[in-house]
């Protein structure tokens, strides 16, 4: 069992950065596979970005792609998104998950934070 916690969210402005936090509790956190989603109002959750257990593997959905980063420190047992160049299109409840496999659907993961609303305002 793990337990995710997701920190970080906030409003900003077109063209600012954030980063999200997601801190897993267990001593287990390292053998998960992670991943970030968000889901907007009205619409289904939508992949993010995934990061395998060593950090050897990152992608991203295609929104996101040279703008959002991916990592994670086992040591700390957290993950973290870095969100720049945000549009009000990024605007979403943002989750952490996390896996056995290597996967972008909301289907393999099995483990999900509580998610964090990010504002980003024109």
């Known amino acids: 069992q793990v337990q995710l916690v997701v920190s970080g969210g906030g409003l900003v402005l077109a063209g600012d950065s954030l980063r999200l936090s997601c801190a897993a509790s267990?001593?287990?956190?390292?053998?998960?596979?992670m991943g970030w989603f968000r889901q907007a109002p009205g619409k289904e959750r939508e992949f993010v970005a995934f990061?395998?257990?060593?950090?050897?593997?990152?992608y991203y959905g295609d929104s996101v792609k040279g703008r959002f980063t991916i990592s994670r420190d086992n040591a700390k047992n957290t993950i973290y998104l870095q969100m720049n160049s945000l549009k009000v299109e990024d605007t979403a409840v943002y989750y952490c998950?996390?896996?056995?496999?290597?996967?972008?659907?909301?289907?393999?993961?099995?483990?999900w934070g509580q998610g964090t609303q990010v504002t980003v305002s024109s």
């Open positions: 998950a996390a896996s056995n496999a290597f996967g972008v659907n909301v289907a393999q993961y099995m483990y």
């Open positions: 267990g001593r287990t956190f390292s053998s998960y596979n």
């Open positions: 990061i395998s257990r060593s950090s050897s593997t990152t």
